[in-house]
């Protein structure tokens, strides 16, 4: 099982890699990726530094192009893909099939990731990406229970990709339009949900205030984690209750199903966070490189330390963890 990583810096980069990833995933400076940040990914001299030390040290080194092109402008994902090729990425994660067609057409030697955005959930869906673009690896949304994940791992001979570790979102992924009804643009195609330009924070009588182009999100008491304000994990008043109604701000950590995802057959788990800090990128790879060479050294025997899990509730969102829909049996 491959550990990949996050890197949305250089120093990121070679965190992950003297921590013992096995291979990161890294995305260029525009909107062609989904975590399109100010001050965030990389330009072409530093992609060229962070590929060389990747190969360097003998892992790989994934490049996400996963928005979708815009219709006139699908010459910037192409060229990401060009660029992807030049800078020796050893898989390119897209979503957009334009951007796929080209691909695995121009570059038919280059290995392709169908990426979460691509929100591929059933057998039928894996088997047209693989038909049609020779699509290695399937990264499965977040919105399956690990019943569903066995049950697409019995049925398909590719390659398939699950979320391991970070922010956790209860949308299918690509097909989430929500922060566009405040911001009038889609996480799908600029790269995030909540783009800086429309982020502000205020303090205030009542405490500090996290606001969406102007519509307040968050309201914190000092003694409360503020968290980046996204719509579906803002509070709101129902039924005269406020609360997080759609989504509490908490990461998934699949540590304990470890087990089961290696008895299915899952080709690599992936830790989210390009958006985080190197101390973060440290600490998850650390906890996880452990996990994985304990199981491999004695299966039958394998628990989850306690510090373990203690690292990751202290990086995660809300001080909380949580496996999401995996746990769903009704699923």
């Known amino acids: 099982m491959e550990l990949l990583c996050p890197a949305g810096s250089l120093p990121a980069l070679k965190t992950a890699i003297d921590c ?30 962070g590929s060389q030390y990747v190969h360097d040290n003998n892992k790989q080194l994934h490049i996400a192009i996963n928005t979708f092109a815009h219709p006139g402008n699908e010459q910037r994902w192409f060229n990401a893909v060009d660029k ?4 020796g990425a050893d898989a390119a994660i897209i979503s957009d099939i334009a951007t796929l067609d080209y691909a695995a ?11 979460v955005q691509a929100s591929a959930t059933n057998s039928a869906a894996i088997d047209f990406y693989k ?11 977040r919105v399956l229970s690990i019943h569903q994940v066995k049950q697409l791992a019995r049925n398909t001979n590719v390659d398939l990709e699950v979320f391991a570790f970070g922010s ?13 009804y405040f911001t009038g643009e889609s996480p799908n195609n600029t790269g995030a949900c909540s783009p800086a330009k429309f982020v502000r924070w205020q303090e205030t009588d009542t405490g500090l205030e996290s606001r969406l182009n102007n519509i307040l999100i968050d309201r914190y ?8 304000p996204t719509l579906c994990k803002g509070k ?25 995802l290696m008895q299915a057959g899952i080709s ?11 101390a973060y990128v440290e600490q998850i790879t650390r906890v996880w490189r452990e996990a994985i060479d304990s199981y491999q050294r004695h299966p039958e025997g394998y628990q989850v330390e306690r510090q373990w899990n203690d690292t990751l509730a202290n990086v995660s969102e809300g001080s909380q963890t949580t496996l999401g829909a995996y746990h769903r049996h009704w699923q």
């Not at 209860?170 to 922060?179: D, P």
């Not at 005269?240 to 199903?257: F, G, K």
């Open 20 to 49: 013992g990833a096995d291979a990161v995933y890294v995305g260029l400076k525009d909107n062609t990726n989904a975590r399109h940040f100010a001050g965030l990914n990389f330009n072409d001299k530093k992609l060229e530094k």
């Open 84 to 87: 992807a090729v030049d800078l």
């Open 105 to 115: 057409n121009k570059y038919p030697e280059l290995t392709l990731h169908l990426s």
């Open 131 to 141: 038909q049609n673009f020779n699509v290695q690896r399937i990264v499965l949304p």
């Open 168 to 180: 956790l979102c209860i949308m299918a992924e690509g097909r989430c339009y929500l922060s566009s």
């Open 221 to 228: 008491q000092p003694d409360e984690k503020a968290g980046y």
């Open 236 to 260: 709101f008043t129902v039924d005269n209750q406020l609360y997080h109604a759609l989504e509490e701000p908490t990461s998934l950590n699949t540590l304990s199903m470890l087990p089961e």
């Open 268 to 278: 690599s788990v992936k830790i989210e966070g390009r958006q985080r800090s190197t």
